[in-house]
């Protein structure tokens, strides 16, 4: 069997959609394939405890 190999740089992070947002400034991280609006859960919060930050359409 073969060896997992550990994330490499520049590859996609396991199994996010990371479409990027237009004008930039974050990318999704909702799981890959996902239904309706894209979602950036760690940029664009304004506070701490917002669930998530940016938002966006398809
Ligand atoms: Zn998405």
Redesign the pocket.
């Known amino acids: 069997m073969a060896a997992e190999t550990p994330a490499r740089s520049g590859v996609r992070a396991g199994g996010y ?1 990371w ?1 990027q947002r237009p004008g930039g400034g974050a990318r ?1 991280t ?1 799981p890959l394939g ?1 239904d309706g609006e ?1 979602v950036d859960y760690y940029n664009g919060r304004t506070k701490p405890t917002d669930a998530a930050g940016h938002r966006w359409p398809k």
Do not use: K
């Open positions: 959609c479409a999704c909702r996902h894209h």
